[in-house]
């Protein structure tokens, strides 16, 4: 009788240790597919200052200074990651909290932009591009251009000569296509449909690279060019 209260009593012991564990397990299950589901991943973004006579810019992501962004005329930081998702970008001086410009971002996740903050000292303006990184062809380097310059703030094109424009007619703020050319290959801008360069770009393009290029100034005497590397 002793031993079958014992045996009985180790029977109810492993089926609550089963019934534990099951739950337990259930519980985990639960948890990690919640976590799945949240979990936006990140984005991926480059920041360009590209407004003539400005000071050195912070970029902020939802009103909290992004780490790495600082960036003075000229410069473009390497890619930041950034949480997926909705959010509003202000540009402000470096070591204030004084917002010159602002844009709202649509991120997704794995993906990558840029951002860039434009105009002059006295006028700015802020602007982004979705940026396509994918390999260009074997030999090949990949090109798009971008006006940001507040002298040209009309329609501009972009070719290798006159009479073969790549990106025409192209409005201020707006980044081209990608353009497939040839390493070593150089480019002028002109007003669109003219046929007089306003800038030569005497661009060093390699075979195997991305670029950006982008016209910047706040007059034609101080109208420049960058060629920023994407890879």
Request: glycine content about 6%; proline content about 1%.
């Amino acid at each position: 009788m002793k031993t079958f209260k014992n045996t009985l009593g180790f029977k109810y012991l492993f089926l609550f240790v089963v019934i534990a564990v099951a739950a337990l397990s259930s519980c985990k299950k639960d948890n990690s597919v919640s976590a799945d589901t949240s979990a936006k991943g990140s984005a991926f973004l480059m920041i360009t200052n590209a407004a003539d006579g400005s000071a050195s810019q912070d970029l902020l992501i939802d009103n909290v200074k992004l780490s790495g962004s600082t960036v003075a005329y000229t410069q473009s930081t390497g890619y930041i990651a950034v949480p997926a998702g909705d959010h509003s970008a202000q540009f402000v001086t470096t070591g204030t909290t004084t917002v010159n410009s602002s844009t709202t971002l649509s991120l997704q996740a794995g993906q990558y932009y840029s951002v860039y903050y434009s105009g002059s000292s006295t006028s700015s303006a802020s602007s982004s591009s979705s940026d396509d990184l994918s390999a260009p062809s074997s030999g090949k380097a990949k090109v798009r251009f971008v006006n940001l310059s507040a002298a040209l703030t009309g329609a501009v094109d972009f070719g290798t000569s006159a009479t073969n424009k790549l990106a025409t007619n192209l409005a201020a703020k707006v980044a081209s296509a990608y353009y497939t050319v040839d390493a070593a290959t150089t480019f002028n801008v002109y007003l669109a449909g003219s046929s007089t360069a306003s800038l030569a770009i005497p661009a060093t393009i390699q075979a195997g690279k991305i670029y950006t290029i982008y016209i910047s100034g706040a007059t034609t005497a101080t109208l420049t060019y960058k060629v920023v590397a994407q890879n």
